[in-house]
């Protein structure tokens, strides 16, 4: 009895440890981390010393023992070391594994092993959210309204079909577009003119004055009955303003004309007063592109210019709006976003949407939130969610780029390749001058997180290894030749024991002479196959490589060709090779062979003066600047130099382009439990299908240059 109360107090003590540990937090998870493990190098980078957060250990191989003594055999002295080498290989071949050819992770790369376990920021699926942003009552309305296309999605700005202010032509002071209708009817004809300024023009009470005489002259010019001012008609309260602002692009778009209304040319500083130069700097305004691009379709914009004589009201010129890009640096993107409003080119959404923040980028503003940016562009698209004031930059633009149709922005993002580490996030130009319709995404964007990152479901990712290199299995051309060298090597140290077992026993037993015959057969078969041993491996592992075990090996620095081939595959035998076009450092060049001509070759990326002082740069680079890394891909044979401020300890493999996988080289924080895009490479399709699916990863497409992670003293263990 008391054996059995033991054994169940036991089990329970092992379910609740099964328990725990399947509830470990994120930074318990076993992954390679840069402060955390030994990183490969060659002697001159230690000896440099640059600054790391990282341990560094000198390179070395891990070639098999017995492809190292056949290959100290077949060197010079051959002669002197073929015996030698023949016995110690006829020793180790007594244990079969090092000639068998199994693979490690099932033929695949190694898995990154990650788990992202926190709640979303904001979930694609709001049923993801935590328990306490959404009320049950609001869940089912948002899952009524989502199966009703016709009704407005809880979270978003609601569209407004009028103003909730306006002046009359008759006076200054605003009415309430609600109340006034409220007495003379819903049917009552209310059309406005909208009064176009920029606040850098306009900021005295006397400026109010003249804009308001504006936009009196402007409606009865237009015979409407009222005018939009936003200086009178955003609201009394703090609130009230702050919601009507997000809806002046629905202002714009029911007005009955626009006009703009410009600065005294006396007082501008620059350019000798010219009116091209007023309208250039009322364009240069972030929130005007929008009241440009959605004011209703006229013949000409009115031009108001305030002179020295304010009481002569009139239009000093009238404007096409096809002639206003002419106005400014980005003419060409303003022509295209005018030509999809005006209907003449109709540009697709992920187009409308990386033109126009392409647009706002070029423009200034007075920065109230962080987000403004993305409201000024949420008055371009149909779905507007709801403004946080707590929302940065990102996220804000995160959040509207999930609320539309944009085909995919974010997931094709992520995948650009920025010009320089520094730049930020929403910055599109990419290195090998890729579009972002160029891309085509294998993943999905499935939330956003803290810390300007976002939750991406659907990757294939593998671990970069670091600490060493691992033994790499070849394989060639299984031919029958190769498959009978393999069960002789096998079978010839059992032969040759047996042989000496059965001379042995036959020379104590004399009656027994059939145990020496037996004996002397089987040493005589062993013989042949031990003196030719060193051959027979040459013949065994020497040859065309049909398939390899998919490694990636990371090593800080650079080493050419010969010297890591032979550290990474026992041999040079010029089986690696430089990627042509995998990173930013690629370089590749035009050979003609005996079979074909036009032959694209990788090119050492050192013969590039400009690459190669980068190299020597970042031997004394600081903790936060640029350094250089190599990235071998066993599976492909590749070798990639790439440059990053941390060593990346992930592949995630995001999308494609150009027959081209784009794929993220990330480190990770344990802090946040995020990874952090360090630079991006181009890896051939086939990689893909060798890399894991792993579940959901929190990515951040800022590198972590600003980030000092203290040095770790433990090492993990992959």
């Known amino acids: 009895m008391a054996l059995a109360v033991q054994v169940a107090q036991k089990a ?64 010079d002295y051959r002669v002197i070391k ?157 609130a009230e303003v702050e919601q009507n602002v997000w809806r002046i692009c629905d202002v714009v778009r029911a007005a009955f004309s626009l006009v703009i209304v410009l600065a005294d040319r006396a007082n501008l500083a620059t350019a000798k007063g010219e009116q091209h130069d007023l309208l250039r700097q009322w364009g240069s305004r972030v929130w005007t592109l929008p009241e440009l691009l959605l004011s209703p379709e006229q013949d000409d914009i009115m031009i108001y210019t305030k002179d020295a004589n304010p009481e002569m009201l009139k239009p000093d010129q009238q404007i096409n709006r096809r002639n206003f890009p002419r106005l400014w640096n980005d003419h060409s993107l303003m022509g295209q976003l005018i030509d999809h409003y005006e209907g003449s080119v109709i540009l697709s959404p992920l187009e409308l949407m990386t033109t126009a923040l392409l647009c706002l980028q070029n423009r200034v503003t007075t920065q109230y939130l962080d987000g403004d940016l993305s409201y000024a562009l949420m008055g371009l698209v149909r779905q507007r969610p709801n403004v ?24 094709r993002l992520i995948c650009l390749l920025p010009k320089s580490p520094y730049d930020p996030w929403n910055s599109l130009h990419d290195h090998w001058g890729a579009s972002l319709w160029d891309i085509y995404p294998k993943t999905q964007v499935c939330g956003i997180g803290e810390n300007d990152s976002v939750i991406l479901d659907g990757v294939r990712a593998a671990s970069i290894r670091w600490k060493s290199f691992a033994r790499v299995i070849l394989r060639g051309n299984d031919t029958i030749v190769r498959k009978l060298i393999r069960i002789a090597i096998s079978l010839n140290g059992i032969l040759l024991l047996f042989g000496i077992f059965q001379l042995v026993i036959g020379s104590k037993l004399s009656s027994v002479g059939f145990l020496r015959v037996v004996g002397g057969v089987s040493i005589g078969l062993s013989l042949p196959i031990t003196l030719s041993l060193p051959a027979l491996i040459v013949k065994l592992y020497i040859g065309k490589v049909w398939e390899a075990q998919p490694w990636f090996f990371g090593v800080e620095g650079y080493m050419n060709l010969p010297d890591l081939e032979r550290h990474v595959l026992g041999v040079d ?79 995630v493999m995001c999308g494609e382009e150009g027959g081209m996988q784009r794929a993220l080289l990330c480190s990770w924080e344990p802090t946040n439990n995020t990874l952090y895009r360090e630079t991006v490479l181009r890896m051939e399709t086939r990689a893909y299908w060798k890399a894991s699916p792993v579940g959901r990863i929190r990515l951040n497409l800022q590198t972590r240059r600003n980030m000092d992670v203290p040095k770790h003293q433990s090492h993990l263990v992959s």
Not at 586 to 611: A, L, V, W
Request: proline share 6%; aromatic share 10%.
């Open 12 to 75: 329970a003590v092992l379910k609740a440890q099964r328990h725990s540990w399947n509830q470990l937090p994120p930074t318990s998870l076993r992954i390679l981390l840069p402060q955390d493990i030994p990183i490969l190098l060659r002697r001159d980078v230690l000896n440099h010393r640059s600054e790391a957060t990282w341990t560094r250990t000198q390179i070395s191989g891990n070639t098999s023992l017995i492809f190292v003594i056949t290959l100290w055999a077949m060197r």
């Open 82 to 238: 073929w015996l030698p080498a023949c016995i110690a290989l006829t020793v180790i071949s007594l244990d079969p594994r090092p000639i068998t050819t199994e693979t490690r992770y099932f033929g695949s790369f190694e898995p990154l092993a990650y788990k992202d376990w926190q709640y979303p920021y904001d979930a694609r699926n709001k049923f993801e959210n935590r328990p306490s942003q959404l009320t049950d009552d609001k869940l089912l309305q948002i899952n009524t309204n989502k199966s009703s296309p016709g009704q407005p999605i809880i979270g978003n700005i609601e569209r407004i079909s009028e103003p909730t202010y306006l002046c009359l032509e008759s006076g200054m002071k605003p009415i309430n577009v609600i109340e006034w209708r409220a007495t003379h009817g819903k049917e009552a004809k209310l059309e406005y003119v909208f009064v176009s300024y920029s606040s850098s023009q306009f900021s005295s009470d006397e400026d109010r004055v003249y804009l308001h005489r504006v936009g009196q002259h402007a409606a009865r010019a237009a015979h409407v009955n009222a005018y939009w001012l936003g200086c009178s008609c955003l609201g009394s309260t703090k």
């Open 388 to 411: 946080h004031p707590s929302d940065s930059a990102f996220q804000a633009f995160a959040r509207l780029s999930l609320a539309n149709d944009s085909n995919l922005l974010l997931e």
């Open 573 to 651: 035998l010029g089986r690696l090779s430089w990627s042509t076009t995998g990173s930013s450092l690629s370089r590749h060049k035009m050979e003609d062979s005996d079979k074909y001509t036009d032959f694209c070759m990788g090119q050492d990326p050192t013969e590039d003066p400009n690459i190669n002082a980068r190299i020597k740069e970042a031997l004394k680079s600081r903790s936060n600047q640029e350094k250089i890394f190599m990235l071998v891909d066993t599976y492909t044979l590749t070798v990639t130099l790439f440059s990053a401020i941390k060593p990346p300890v992930a592949v």
